[in-house]
């Protein structure tokens, strides 16, 4: 992962201002009056069938801190909008902060009732680097008709002046908002909206030394499944902060070679240690190693150095007692044995120059975060590192400092994605490799026995291979065995029939950065087979619960994403009791086409059910007008996943 030493050291000397950027909150103090028109409205026909809707919403952010005050007011219009009282207010947790909150209700009589209850703190995501949490709080005394409203202060971390936007939509319609912003002083800024801005309002404005907008009935943004980074769609205005020469820069590719210029200088600089390299890899490989064994041996290498960047996040007191030094070059993330990510990537760079090889750094923005862009000119956006090394001709890329990553790949956000291959010269733009899903891989093998009262008890080694074991060990990778027992359970469980009983058998390696993760389960599926006279009904839809609910609705507006093309196996055999036998089995299906597919296969293999499944997805993105061909494919999955197995009772067919 990128490691941005240069925004850390401008970040503590943004810090220093803090003292001089006191929240100037009075003004939220005092509650904006409420309006007898809004005390009475009872719907909007801009919004007709909305829940509830933002009367207003404020945020105020200042770049000095950075930090930014936030005022929402929000009309309740259905028995569904009650529930928009239960407030979040997420952060990320240790390096960010929700203070002064303040809330209350307005009931329908114009009565109030401020909010003195508990305020909770509970997480509810995590991602790579950072574990996301809440603020929580529910509002009393709120009825269809009430006006609910909030404010708070939410202190960022001093980097985030890099990451200064607004977002001007939100899952409710939006009445009237108000923005605005104090820049950080220290850089050029520009700012620029990718989604374009709302129908009716007009750009950003400077008035005062503050960069101010105004908007007025904004769309709700909708949600949906297998969507791509949400504020990538959303209306935004992004406030980009450059240095120098970049900061003059009018047209793309002139900007973009300044840019590579300049930061490849700077990689150049942190990796120039020949001979502190040249005795690292004499330790590491042999002269007479072939090429692919000389960097798989870098490769683990580089992995074992301690990773901080995936480290849980450290408090002032604990940082200063480990007291962990800085690395200005790759020397000192060697002698150190430790660093960030980005730092450990660039040390994979360094070493594997050093052994011979020709390799080159490169930048590369996300695609679990950006939908980059280049022509927006926002080098904030590349947001992470890696490493491209030509072995007999052909191109690899790797990224040893992403934790779990096994040789030969990258993390799925790093995949088929615009990146800046570096070079003296600014570089230029290639674009990353996309795995096939044959590598991202879950298989499933399961043997079980049909019990007399027609229950499924029996064990399931499950194996995930590539990105599906990577992004596992990533979200349990700051959790204990008691957590990670219960995420492989659940997750197991949501693929199965409710009631299902998942017990885990083993203990998964989760350190490692093995191609593959393996757990062993017994389970037990009580009332799968059901008993009708003479003859015994058995599903064969075993782990389709997911697929259930996917891609119902007959309307789509955003596009359809999947992080990573994936393959998944089954192969199920079940024992039935032995006064049964198979009367009927499924027939087979095999839809195949270029982006997706499927198959099913059943045999009566003496006393016992077999039957194999395999569902391969070996798509990304997919336009919003192709909604329908992946609709009807799902369709056929359901239908095949619905169908039965039956077996007869031997006694009673003899009868006859």
């Known amino acids: 992962m990128l490691a941005p030493r240069l925004a850390s050291l401008q970040g503590r000397f943004v810090l220093l201002l803090l003292s001089v950027a006191v929240a100037d909150f009075t003004q939220a103090e005092d509650w904006l009056p409420i309006s007898q028109e809004e005390l009475g409205m009872h719907s909007t026909p801009k919004a007709p069938n909305a829940p509830a809707i933002y009367l207003y919403r404020e945020v105020n952010r200042d770049d000095n801190g950075p930090f930014e005050t936030v005022y929402e007011?929000?009309?309740?219009?259905?028995?569904?909008?009650?529930?928009?009282?239960?407030?979040?207010?997420?952060?990320?947790?240790?390096?960010?902060?929700?203070?002064?909150?303040?809330?209350?209700?307005?009931?329908?009589?114009?009565?109030?009732?401020?909010?003195?209850?508990?305020?909770?703190?509970?997480?509810?995501?995590?991602?790579?680097g950072a574990q996301y949490s809440a603020k929580s709080l529910t509002l009393p005394n709120v009825e269809v008709g009430s006006i609910i409203e909030y404010r708070y202060r939410h202190d960022f971390a001093p980097f985030f002046v890099f990451d200064s936007a607004w977002i001007l939509s939100q899952s409710l319609f939006?009445?009237?908002?108000?923005?605005?912003?104090?820049?950080y002083p220290g850089f050029a800024l520009?700012?620029?909206?990718?989604?374009?801005?709302?129908?009716?309002?007009?750009?950003?404005?400077?008035?005062?030394?503050?960069?101010?907008?105004?908007v007025h009935d904004v769309p709700a943004f909708a949600s949906e499944e297998y969507m791509p980074p949400e504020n990538e769609l959303k209306y935004?205005?992004?406030?980009?902060?450059?240095?120098?020469?970049?900061?003059?820069?009018?047209?793309?590719?002139?900007?973009?070679?300044?840019?590579?210029?300049?930061?490849f200088k700077s990689v150049e600089k942190f990796i120039d240690r020949p001979h502190a390299m040249s005795t690292a890899i004499s330790q590491v490989i042999s002269a007479d190693n072939s090429p692919e064994v000389k960097l798989q041996k870098i490769y683990a290498r580089t992995q074992r150095i301690r990773n901080l960047t995936f480290e849980r996040a450290k408090s002032e007191q604990e940082t200063k007692r480990e007291n962990l030094k800085e690395a200005d070059d790759v020397e000192d993330v060697w002698k150190h044995g430790y660093g960030h990510g980005g730092e450990i990537t660039w040390l994979f760079l360094a070493m594997v120059r050093a052994a011979g090889f020709e390799a080159y750094p490169v930048l590369v923005s996300t695609r679990n975060k950006y939908f980059f862009n280049p022509q927006v000119?926002?080098?904030?956006?590349?947001?992470?590192?890696?490493?491209?090394?030509?072995?007999?001709?052909?191109?690899?890329?790797?990224?040893?400092?992403?934790?779990?990553?096994?040789?030969?790949?990258?993390?799925?956000?790093?995949?088929?994605?615009?990146?800046?291959?570096?070079?003296?010269?600014?570089?230029?733009?290639?674009?990353?490799?996309?795995?096939?899903?044959?590598?991202?891989?879950?298989e499933?093998?399961?043997g079980f026995k049909v019990t007399a009262n027609g229950a499924l008890e029996g064990n399931i080694a499950v194996t995930f291979t590539g990105q599906e074991a990577m992004s596992r060990r990533l979200a349990e990778r700051l959790e204990d065995d008691t957590d990670r027992k219960q995420f492989l359970e659940n997750e197991l469980k949501a693929t199965m029939p409710a009631g299902t009983d998942v017990q885990l058998l083993n203990n998964p390696d989760w350190e490692s950065s093995s191609a593959s993760l393996e757990a062993q389960y017994s389970v037990r599926v009580p009332?799968?087979?059901?008993?009708?006279?003479?003859?015994?009904?058995?599903?064969v839809g075993l782990f389709t619960a997911r697929q259930k609910a996917t891609f119902l609705h007959t309307v789509r507006e955003h596009p359809i994403y999947f992080e990573f093309p994936n393959e998944?196996?089954?192969?199920?055999?079940?024992?039935?009791?032995?006064?049964?036998?198979?009367?009927?089995?499924?027939?087979?299906?095999?839809?195949?086409?270029?982006?997706?597919?499927?198959?099913?296969?059943?045999?009566?293999?003496?006393?016992?059910?077999?039957?194999?499944?395999?569902?391969?997805?070996?798509?990304?993105?997919?336009?919003?007008?192709?909604?329908?061909?992946?609709?009807?494919?799902?369709?056929?999955?359901?239908?095949?996943?619905?169908?039965?197995?039956?077996?007869?009772?031997?006694a009673s067919t003899a009868a006859r």
């Open 73 to 128: 007011r929000i009309k309740i219009l259905t028995e569904e909008g009650r529930d928009i009282a239960n407030i979040e207010i997420p952060y990320i947790k240790d390096i960010e902060n929700i203070k002064a909150i303040r809330a209350r209700t307005i009931r329908p009589d114009g009565g109030i009732v401020n909010f003195d209850g508990e305020i909770f703190d509970r997480s509810i995501v995590k991602v790579t």
């Open 174 to 183: 939006t009445r009237h908002a108000q923005f605005s912003l104090q820049k």
């Open 190 to 214: 520009r700012y620029q909206w990718p989604n374009g801005i709302p129908p009716g309002s007009t750009p950003p404005r400077v008035e005062g030394g503050k960069i101010l907008m105004e």
């Open 236 to 263: 935004r205005v992004d406030f980009i902060y450059d240095a120098g020469d970049l900061a003059h820069e009018k047209e793309a590719d002139s900007y973009w070679t300044a840019f590579g210029k300049k930061r």
């Open 377 to 442: 000119m926002n080098s904030r956006k590349l947001n992470d590192n890696m490493v491209l090394v030509v072995v007999g001709g052909k191109q690899m890329f790797f990224d040893p400092g992403a934790r779990y990553t096994p040789y030969g790949q990258i993390p799925w956000f790093e995949t088929a994605v615009m990146a800046r291959r570096l070079d003296k010269d600014g570089g230029e733009w290639i674009t990353t490799v996309l795995p096939s899903s044959k590598t991202n891989h879950v």
């Open 444 to 446: 499933r093998k399961a």
């Open 527 to 539: 009332g799968w087979a059901a008993s009708v006279g003479s003859r015994m009904l058995m599903p």
């Open 568 to 650: 998944v196996d089954d192969d199920v055999t079940i024992e039935i009791p032995k006064d049964w036998k198979v009367g009927g089995l499924p027939q087979a299906t095999n839809v195949s086409e270029k982006g997706f597919g499927y198959a099913t296969s059943y045999q009566d293999a003496n006393g016992s059910v077999h039957w194999q499944r395999s569902l391969r997805l070996d798509l990304t993105i997919v336009d919003v007008n192709h909604y329908g061909t992946l609709q009807e494919f799902f369709q056929k999955v359901r239908a095949a996943d619905e169908e039965q197995a039956v077996l007869t009772h031997i």
